[in-house]
């Protein structure tokens, strides 16, 4: 059994990450850490793990954490794993990060969208997580930068089409929704009930801090400059996401075309799942689960593309997506730990 470590583990994607490798058949999870409920047993601050999870709360320490954990998980705001980080690599420790901290291997363009970077030196030997689509990095990585919720929406959907030249890349225009929990457990007016509650609204429109992860990644695919113009918006549910795109089609190319790609791109991927019959994506369908659906039309009239994705921001979006990359990682099965049915309603 591989030992598993999770620092910042009462945030909710660490809570996420406790659910899942609680559950998983080759994971021993053996440390978790909070600095806002050392001393606590985890069970306590999340009720629903009684009976399941009855490890103590602890205090940072990278002697403490590398000493009981093989594999290490940092669901820890921005800025925070950068300084943790380089201590755990140093004591040969494989790490998986949850923020944005180590999505970028430039680092004048994560200082661009957060703020100075202290373990410039790391970045350049950093894998971007998009599991399905960097596999063979990740496998050997020692360090993973876990995509964001948002860019996971964004980039499933658009990197099979940006490939094979499908679309204009001037016309990519990405609105997203999600769900309060992707702004995490702290406390912000924003987040309160009183002020999301019979509310639906746009925010940080086309300078949300995501965007340039988004821009780096589609440029790297497509060999030249993408900008995406991209609008997130809060909705008022616990988690989910959902995000329709918007593109010219470079060329006539029918809906049979866009099947193809995808088809070609994600077979034996198991958990991107294409819609069938012109369905399109619900986030209610992937609540919970680790999948990506993924919708299209064509609009003929204009001949631009409409493609919809769906996934759980807590899940695909961050913690599922880090198990995933853990698995491939380890060399173990890509879907352990992660198969849970999604429920029907």
């Not at 996934?311 to 099965?333: E, H, R, S, Y």
Request: hydrophobic share 40%.
């Amino acid at each position: 059994m591989t030992r598993a470590g999770i620092v910042g583990a009462t945030g909710y994607a660490g809570a996420e990450l406790v659910r899942i490798l609680a559950g998983h058949p080759d994971i021993e999870l053996s440390v978790l850490t909070s600095r806002q409920f050392a001393g606590v047993r985890f069970d306590k601050v999340y009720p629903s793990m009684t009976g399941s999870v009855d490890l103590v709360c602890e205090d940072f320490s990278a002697d403490l954490v590398c000493d009981r954990a093989d594999i290490i998980f940092l669901a820890l705001p921005h800025k925070l794993p950068m300084a943790v980080a380089p201590q755990l690599l140093k004591k040969n420790k494989r790490v998986i990060d949850l923020s944005a901290d180590f999505r970028f291997n430039d680092a004048s363009i994560y200082e661009s969208a957060y703020q100075p970077h202290s373990a410039r030196d790391l970045l350049k030997d950093t894998v971007y997580g998009l599991s399905e689509i960097y596999s063979d990095a990740i496998r050997t990585a020692n360090l993973i930068g876990n995509p964001g919720c948002y860019p996971t929406s964004v980039l499933l959907p658009l990197i099979p089409l940006i490939k094979e030249g499908y679309l204009d890349l001037k016309s990519i225009i990405a609105d997203s929704k999600s769900g309060v929990s992707g702004a995490g457990r702290s406390l912000s007016i924003t987040s309160h009930f009183c002020e999301v509650n019979e509310s639906f609204k746009a925010y940080k429109a086309a300078e949300h801090r995501h965007n340039p992860e988004m821009d780096m990644v589609l440029s790297r695919e497509a060999g030249q400059a993408v900008a995406v113009t991209f609008v997130p918006h809060l909705v008022p549910m616990t988690r989910g996401m959902l995000t329709t795109i918007y593109a010219t089609l470079a060329a006539p190319w029918k809906l049979q075309d866009i099947g193809d790609c995808y088809s070609h791109t994600y077979a034996g991927k198991p958990f991107v799942r294409l819609c069938p019959d012109g369905r399109m994506p619900d986030t209610l369908h992937v609540r919970g689960t680790n999948y990506c659906d993924i919708g299209f039309k064509i609009d003929e009239r204009s001949n631009r593309l409409i493609v919809l994705s769906a996934i759980d921001n807590l899940v695909k979006g961050a913690a599922g997506q880090a198990v995933q990359n853990m698995n491939i990682m380890l060399g173990l099965d890509e879907t352990a730990g992660l198969l849970s049915i999604p429920f029907p309603i």
